[in-house]
């Protein structure tokens, strides 16, 4: 089980790599105001999923079953975030946050 998640852990880093650093070498003879833009768009993405990672670590379950009781359709999905806190947090703070942050570093305007 374990190395069940490794994997998937290490296949979601490579191709989200993959991804950022395919469109940073593709934009690199762009024009700096688009650079610019990237670049915030990419910190954005970085700041947005750090977020997620460190609401999932401090969220409490309780609040959630109260709105899962009173049938409200996204409470069972942030349960189940909660209850996976430890994968998202490392999903979103280590692998998409430091992702975005290397990227971010490759554009050089």
């Given amino acids: 089980m374990k190395d069940r998640w490794i994997i998937q852990v290490f296949?979601?880093?490579f191709i989200l790599s993959a991804i950022f650093s395919g469109l940073s070498t593709l934009l690199s003879d762009i024009n700096v105001i688009i650079l610019f833009v990237i670049i915030l768009v990419v910190i954005g993405i970085g700041i947005l999923f750090d977020m997620i990672?460190?609401?999932?670590l401090t969220a409490e379950e309780a609040p959630f079953h109260a709105m899962s009781t009173k049938k409200i359709k996204e409470a069972s999905a942030c349960i189940n975030l909660i209850k996976n806190s430890t994968k998202v947090s490392s999903v979103c703070n280590d692998i998409v946050g430091d992702?975005?942050?290397i990227v971010s570093r490759w554009f050089r305007c």
């Fill in 11 to 13: 296949i979601i880093s």
């Fill in 53 to 56: 990672g460190v609401a999932t």
């Fill in 99 to 101: 992702i975005c942050g």
